[in-house]
């Protein structure tokens, strides 16, 4: 999700995270009446909604919603602390699903087969249509988009908690290949790691993989294609180890 520094404006919602405010973008609306009050953060299992109750552009209520539209758990944000309390979860039966909303879910070509996600929400290119689905994960943030408007995602951008950016694009079937990686810092500047030599097999993975060792060129054959970099150190893993 794209968090602006500044105060909220038509449309956006401030929200209070341990501490640090925070301004995004409503995307849902939940009570139904034309007005999106809720910025819902789609997640593997469902989604986060932080949810704007009395229209004064500040998040009042956040909801988590399971994969079958249920709410398991709610908290009230606490002016007065700063705290988010916990409270007795309201179900919204027969409302919308954000996952839902403006079109079929995006598909995800993974070596297993296809994945379905929520449908785009963000226009990332400005052209006014959505093409970026934006899922929670257990390390940060992923941006999954469809660049070509045909429904499967074509890139898909790692945000982690700590900063660390994982650029990669779909090369082929299943195949998902790093094209660059970088870091942002403090000041929510990004700058750009060393180039990143794709490979006819190098994928992008979701986890952490173990290193595999270097291959041994046969004789005389010149370092092996694997290999995407001019010195040594472990190829990147076959796509088909990195979805489990």
């Known amino acids: 999700m794209y968090i602006e520094e500044t105060g909220a404006n038509d449309g956006d919602i401030k929200i209070s995270v341990e501490g640090e405010e925070y301004t ?4 849902f609306d939940l009570d139904g009446d034309g007005v999106d009050e809720t910025v819902a953060v789609m997640a593997d299992d469902g989604y986060v909604g ?3 109750e009395n229209a004064d552009g500040a998040a009042d209520v956040m909801q988590t919603v399971d994969a079958n539209g249920q709410v398991v758990s709610q908290a009230r944000f606490d002016a007065a602390t700063g705290d988010w309390v916990a409270e007795q979860p309201q179900q919204h039966p027969g409302e ?22 929520g449908p ?11 093409d970026t ?21 074509d890139q898909i951008i790692d945000i982690s908690s700590t900063g660390d950016v994982t650029t990669a694009h779909h090369t082929g079937d299943g195949q998902w290949t790093v094209v660059e990686q970088g870091r942002i810092d403090e000041h929510g500047q990004y700058t750009p790691s060393p180039a990143v030599g794709p490979t006819d097999d190098a994928a992008w993975s979701f986890g952490d993989p173990e290193p595999q060792p270097e291959p041994k060129p046969e004789g005389g054959a010149g ?5 995407s970099h001019g010195g040594s150190g472990a190829p990147a893993a076959d796509s ?5």
Do not use: K
Request: charge should be negative; hydrophobic fraction near 35%.
């Open 24 to 27: 995004a973008e409503a995307n």
């Open 50 to 52: 932080y949810v704007d």
């Open 96 to 117: 919308a699903d954000p996952r839902q909303q403006g079109g079929q879910a995006m598909v995800v070509d993974t070596p297993e087969g296809d994945v379905q996600i």
């Open 120 to 130: 785009a929400t963000e226009d990332t290119n400005q052209d006014g249509v959505a």
């Open 133 to 153: 689905a934006v899922v929670s994960t257990a390390d940060g943030t992923r941006l999954v988009t469809d660049v070509d408007g045909d429904g499967s995602a």
């Open 223 to 227: 370092r092996a294609a694997g290999s």
């Open 240 to 244: 088909d180890t990195l979805w489990s």
